[in-house]
């Protein structure tokens, strides 16, 4: 369960100050960012707006990142934000340079925004706590939280099915590990939903969210059965040990999501995926690349959500 503070991020008049992780965070804050996001897509295309003019924004990734990090880049672009993305692998730090001191640095140049994405949970809250005057997002933290994936997926899913608290979703794969599961399962339980489902091997479960309207199975087919939404996640290597790894092949029966699986779920049930996806690990090809499948709006989804995001945070400029 989640340790760090994330009461930093709230101003003394309940605005957001930082996005950090969406506990502490409610409905009408939710509702704010995803409404705002709305705003961004005409006829399903992305719009520019200029709500971070005159405002410089600072990428730094010190985790791979493909979605989360070119999306941000683009909302930034969109809102008409100066952006650096800072070039870790050549950056001081490799100097031995303190991270605080580089953020310090940073702050001198007048960045107005941080995202980050680090391996330690809680790391983005720490330099939130140390930041002078600018603003942090935490694009992915260890195990910890992942709210602006939280929110795209919330987006696509009332996108698809608008009344998200009647609705039954199933989170299946590797919990524990999964920032992204975390976040989402605050973010649901935040709109209301009642019948959220985690799904995984007892190795992977994340007994704690057990409660009235969270239940958590180790058989799928049971799991999956009859929900509306289903959200599968990569077993997460890089936070194992190499001794505690499934076999990829056993893990496919027992939890890889295939076309007959799926039809265990309501006919209309939509598939999502956080990616990096990885085919017939944790989904099969043919549900990828399915009608059900929303993986790829999600990531659409992602710029307006980011795009929502900073421009909200501008508005404390
Ligand atoms: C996720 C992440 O980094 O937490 N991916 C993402 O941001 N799109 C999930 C993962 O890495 O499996």
Known sequence: MNTVNNQIQLTSDNKIRHL?????????????????ANTFIKHGRLQNTNTLKGLSI???F????TRTRNT????AHRCGAIVINVDLANSATKKNETLFDTMDTLEAMQIDMFVLRHQLNGLPHKIAENSQHS?????????????????????????????????????????????????DIHALLTLGVKDIRLVSPNALASLEYSSEFVQCFSDMNHGIEGCDVIIMLRIQKERMLESDLPNEADYFCQYG???????????????????????????????VDSKQSVVLEQVTNGIAIRMATLSILAQNF
């Open 20 to 36: 950090l992780g969406l506990e502490g965070l409610d409905k009408s804050h939710l509702m704010h960012i995803l409404d705002t």
């Open 58 to 60: 600072a990428n730094l």
């Open 62 to 65: 010190f985790e791979p990142s």
């Open 72 to 75: 941000f880049e683009l909302a």
């Open 135 to 183: 603003t942090v997002i935490n694009a992915g933290d260890g195990t910890n939280a992942h709210p602006t994936q939280a929110l795209l997926d919330i987006m696509t899913i009332i996108n698809h099915k608008p009344n998200i608290d009647e609705l039954s979703i199933a989170i299946v794969g590797d919990i524990l590990h999964s920032r992204v599961a975390h976040s």
């Open 257 to 287: 999501l295939t076309s007959d699986r799926l039809s265990l779920a309501k006919p209309d049930a939509i598939v999502m995926h956080p990616g990096p996806i990885n085919r017939e690990v944790e989904i099969a090809s043919e549900v």
